[in-house]
């Protein structure tokens, strides 16, 4: 099991929202590319990076951040947030990401994922982001009104490799993860999963991996030091 502390971006800072509110936003360090280094030195071998301009609006302000992150640190970046087209994923490889999250655009646009995955297979990741059990889009906050499970087996059957849950109420909460809809979710899928949302407590950590979850994203709590990333990452190694 890998654990990916996560990098969000607006506004090209490092912040944090509650349950994908926007208004929630808040500054939680002072510079990406420092950040990085601390997650690389406590072990982290993946960053998982999400830009909410991107995710938003479309705005692709934080492009630079993320190179930046990449060649002054050499981590392996995973990045979401606004992509919706080839030539999205073509502009983020080119920036050195080493694997591509897809959310609302997979809603939309299930041609495109088949598309993605014949192109670059086990680098494309799909997010299913789910409030109420149903899958969200735009930032969060749109409702496509599809189950998440029904959703997640569609991407399989296109055969997408990589899936990250996410239950938007746990997101930022330091409540721990859904583990009913995590436990749901892997009994119905055999593709590889990364939870987040809630993860806060080593205690999660193990939790999630005897469900057979492969990776977990941690967001707030590492932040805060409710959780000790180093401990988490030799945990679940």
Known sequence: MIVIPAIDLKDGQCVRLQKGDYDTVHKVAEDAVETARRFLAAG??????????????GERMNYGVVGRVIRETGAAVELGGGIRSMQDIER???????????GSAAVRNPPFVVEAVKAYG???VIGVDAKSETVRTDGWLGDSGENYIAFAERMESYGVKNIIFTDI???GMLAGPNFDQLAALRASVSCKLVAS?????VQ??????KLGIEGAIAGRAVYTGTLDL????REAE
């Open 197 to 201: 949302g809630g993860v806060s407590t």
């Open 92 to 102: 983020v490889l080119a920036l050195g990401v080493q694997r591509v999250i897809i």
């Open 204 to 209: 999660d950590i193990l939790r999630l991996k």
């Open 169 to 171: 109420d746990k997101d």
């Open 230 to 233: 180093a401990a988490a990452i």
């Open 122 to 124: 086990d680098r494309i």
């Open 44 to 57: 982290a071998r993946m960053i998982h990076m999400v830009d909410l301009d991107a995710a938003k609006d």
